[in-house]
């Protein structure tokens, strides 16, 4: 599979891998356990999240 990273519909072709799946995974179960605890995630995790979240939908697109 292959998706665009940059979202638009520009910037290179990037495959969606094992690891950016395990990397995603990851990272919403950590996004989950802050909810839970009434806590506010970084910015950076936050935005990895989306970032991550965007390719996987992409890439399940076809």
């Given at each position: 599979?292959?998706?665009?990273?940059?979202?638009?519909?520009?910037?290179?072709?990037?495959?969606?891998?094992?690891?950016?799946?395990?990397?995603?995974?990851?990272?919403?179960?950590?996004?989950?356990?802050l909810?839970?605890?009434?806590?506010?995630?970084?910015?950076w995790?936050?935005?990895?999240?989306?970032?991550?979240?965007?390719?996987?939908?992409?890439?399940?697109?076809?």
């Open positions: 599979m292959t998706i665009n990273s940059g979202g638009g519909g520009t910037g290179p072709v990037v495959p969606w891998t094992r690891t950016d799946e395990l990397n995603w995974a990851a990272d919403r179960a950590v996004l989950r356990d909810k839970k605890r009434g806590e506010e995630p970084s910015e995790l936050a935005g990895e999240y989306r970032e991550l979240s965007a390719r996987r939908k992409a890439a399940a697109r076809g």
